[in-house]
């Protein structure tokens, strides 16, 4: 099954699903050492999106999400807590529990459709038959996939990874172990024999899945990061550990002496859950039915899910996912990492306590610019809710509401201007042609969907907003109360209200995989029947809302928050809320471009500029700055500080720049990021290469620690800084 005509069939088979009638979507499966935090609802939030959102188009559709439960660090929890490691993961998961029934997100809400737990028994029966299918087969270079060998070397028990050197901080002090770049934590040495799985021998395979399938990893700064990673030599991966050092693991094959590794078991979850090895759980759910799947992590584990999951899967003969998409992390306001040490983490209970469901919900998926990493701050969240929710959305739908009630009765009105009305209502500058709404509507809704299925979900919901700027422009310019002061444009107003409710009704529809609750509800004040979640938003058309019905009582969708009340009863938080602290147990992970911001302690050469030296803004639009984003990125041979970038200034071919960073800004770690470049810096020549512009940055400290330019928002290359 390891040929190439092989995986050709597995990519092709793919390709034809396109036209999708079932969807599998997971979540990440959380460690069971650790409690929710903003993160894991985060991750849950995304995906019941993505799975409401295919459900209301009549996609058979599948969410899964769960507990990671075995590995050193569980064993280690369940030591420190005084429990046995499996006390250990079902207190943590009923955490889970309680987290998804009070946000909406179990099954009883609509959400997930499967809690999978790595200690269920059919689990360890699938990744043992996953195991086997692999030691059985050949390479694509004709070696044994899983061979014996010896392992030396050091392991991140919190990141269940092993390191190499440049991603670990070596000690400072001689003889103590080296710390984890992520956790700042002490690494484990190993020194064990083990088996091995031959990764090596899949870079070909991998790389051709990368580029036939260019969707495979999302986004394309992520996929260029991953690519860069598989063609940098990928080295065989120590897939077992022996059952005396971590015993709390799903025997392997054949050689109950060793355990298998966490991450080959974890990943394997996703097809086990569903009846890969298992055929009870596979009557229930469909293994052949709803494989392959779309997986949604966060980029501190994309490599696992887009090099790892694919090769093993390859190696096995089975079909690889559908696709893999990598989100950013949440910072605070300021931009830091969260953490309890840093006390500016987001309790869960606060967030339920305080803010509706849907609200957190929107909030989440508007301000994180899927892909990039998100600030999470109480204040931002109520300046969202008062501006978009409150006066937005909410505002809309109860001023329309309330004036249908005042002039219409409670009725819906009708929506048509009679002939012999058209010109008298010309005269109030209301468009008496329908088709000008309901094609702006069309296209906005398409629009929306088009975003929903790329997952950018905040551009998706800008569009969605974009509708309801229009109609409050239209109820502002029609001045309703005016025209109901004249019986004679009595069918004007009613047209008015009219297309203000009906794209009430579209909303409802579009914003239901988003807001479920809060669209249900419009959709009952509406006067509609059913639930907005059994409409089709393809099938919608313009006109679908029936004349004459009754709307029912209208009550505020988001009430208005007062800002700094609740932010000082924030600010002290009650009792229960101290209780989460197991979630300390083990920090978050976060990519390095998550790290806190260093601290300026120097001032810069800019700030000793005196007043004497301004400058007219003439002089400055004589420096052409741009956008870029990095295309490629690698060492200059031969020196420790150059790095030689391939830019993207939107022009006819990248621009080659090189940049003196490499001492502090690995290769990989460029990749798809966006820059500020001195686009017209005359070109010189160093080391032999021609630098065509340069990076901005700041410089900071003795050394000048360069950190480099960007922007948090989505921003085309080649656009112009002014
Ligand atoms: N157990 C592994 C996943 C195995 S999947 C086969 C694991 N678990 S985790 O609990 O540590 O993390 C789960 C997810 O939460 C990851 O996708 C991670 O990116 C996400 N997040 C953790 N902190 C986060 C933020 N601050 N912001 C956004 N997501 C974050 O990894």
Redesign the pocket.
């Known amino acids: 099954m390891n040929s190439h005509a092989a995986n050709d069939l597995q990519f092709t088979i793919y390709d034809s699903r396109l036209s999708m009638t079932s969807f599998y979507v997971t979540t ?4 069971a050492n ?1 409690l929710p ?4 609802l ?2 849950m939030i995304v995906v019941d999106t993505v799975a409401r959102s295919k459900r209301q188009r009549g996609i058979d559709t599948l969410f899964l999400t769960g507990t ?1 439960e075995h590995g050193i660090n569980i064993e280690r929890a369940a030591e420190r807590n005084k429990r046995t490691p499996k006390e250990q993961a079902d207190y943590v998961v009923s955490y889970f529990k309680k987290m998804t029934a009070e946000f909406g997100l179990d099954t009883e809400h609509g959400g997930f459709d499967i809690f999978m737990r790595t200690t269920e028994p059919f689990h360890y029966e699938g990744v043992s038959e996953l195991w086997r299918r692999i030691a059985s087969s050949k390479t694509p270079k004709g070696n044994d996939p899983i061979y014996k060998g010896h392992y030396e070397g050091w392991f991140c028990a919190p990141c269940a990874e092993y390191k190499t050197e440049d991603e670990y901080q070596k000690p400072t002090v001689e003889g103590a172990p080296p710390t984890c770049l992520v956790h700042e934590t002490p690494l484990d040495r190993v020194s064990e024999d083990g088996y091995f799985f031959r990764l090596s021998d899949y870079d070909e395979e991998l790389l051709r899945l990368y580029e036939t399938r260019p969707d495979f990893v999302r986004p394309e700064s992520r996929r260029n990061e991953v690519i860069s990673f598989v063609r940098g030599g990928l080295q065989d991966l120590s897939v077992s550990r022996l059952k005396s050092s971590v015993s709390w693991g799903v025997p392997v094959p054949g050689d109950p002496e060793h355990t298998m590794y966490v ?1 080959f078991e ?2 394997t ?2 097809a086990t859950a569903i009846g890969f090895g298992n055929e009870q759980q596979d009557r229930q759910f469909g293994f052949e039915k709803y494989w392959p799947a779309q997986h949604f ?5 994309l490599r ?2 887009a090099v790892y999951w694919p090769a093993f899967l390859l190696a096995a003969g089975v079909e690889v996912p559908r696709g893999v998409f990598a ?5 605070d306001p300021t931009g830091r990492k ?1 953490s309890k040490t840093l006390g500016n983490t987001i309790e869960l209970d606060v967030l339920n306590r305080h803010f509706s469901i849907d609200a957190v919900r929107y909030f989440c998926l508007r301000e994180m610019v899927f892909g990039q990493d998100g600030r999470f701050g109480y204040e931002s969240l109520i300046d969202r809710v008062n501006s978009d929710l409150a006066s937005g959305l909410g505002n809309l739908l109860s001023r329309t509401l309330a004036m249908v009630t005042k002039y219409c009765d409670g009725r819906i009105p009708t929506g048509q201007i009679p002939e012999e009305k058209i010109l008298l209502a010309k005269r109030t500058g209301v468009d008496t042609d329908e088709t000008t709404i309901a094609g702006f509507i069309e296209l906005a809704r398409d629009q929306f969907l088009q975003q929903l299925d790329n997952f950018a979900f905040s551009r998706a919901l800008e569009i969605a907003w974009s509708i309801v700027a229009r109609m409050d422009k239209m109820i502002t310019d029609a001045k309703p109360w005016e025209l109901a002061k004249d019986e004679n444009q009595k069918q004007t107003l009613d047209t008015v209200l009219y297309r203000a409710a009906e794209s009430l009704r579209w909303l409802s529809v579009m914003l239901y995989p988003v807001m479920p609750q809060t669209t249900t509800q419009m959709w009952t004040h509406l006067g509609l029947h059913g639930s907005p979640a059994d409409v089709n938003p393809l099938q919608l058309k313009w006109g679908g809302l029936e004349a004459g019905s009754q709307i029912t009582e209208v009550k505020a969708l988001f009430p208005r928050i007062e800002k700094a009340k609740l932010l000082g009863e924030i600010g002290s938080p009650a009792p229960e809320m101290t209780r989460a602290t197991e979630a300390d147990a083990v920090p ?3 990519s390095d471009q998550t790290k806190p911001a260093p601290p300026m302690t120097h001032a810069t050469e800019a700030d000793a500029v005196g007043v004497t030296n301004f400058i007219e803004i003439g002089d400055f639009a004589k420096v052409d700055l741009r956008v870029g984003q990095v295309l490629t990125a690698e060492r200059v041979p031969k020196s420790d500080k150059l790095l030689l970038l391939q830019i993207d200034l939107g022009e006819d071919k990248p621009r080659q720049i090189l940049a003196g960073i490499a001492e502090y800004y690995a290769p990989e770690k460029m990749l798809g990021r966006k820059v500020v470049i001195v686009a017209n810096l005359k070109p010189r020549k160093l080391r032999g290469y021609e630098s065509q512009g340069m990076v901005v940055a700041a410089s900071y400290g003795e050394e000048g620690k360069p950190v480099i330019a960007t922007f948090d928002e989505d921003v085309p290359n080649g656009a112009r800084l002014k």
């Not at 992590?297 to 584990?301: E, P, S, T």
């Not at 989100?327 to 910072?331: E, K, P, S, T, Y």
Request: net charge neutral; proline share 3%.
């Open positions: 990440p499966i959380y460690y650790s935090h903003l993160g894991h985060y991750t990671d991450w974890a990943l979850n996703y992590v966060g980029k501190d584990i696992f899910h989100h950013g992390m949440w910072l969260m978050g992970r976060f």
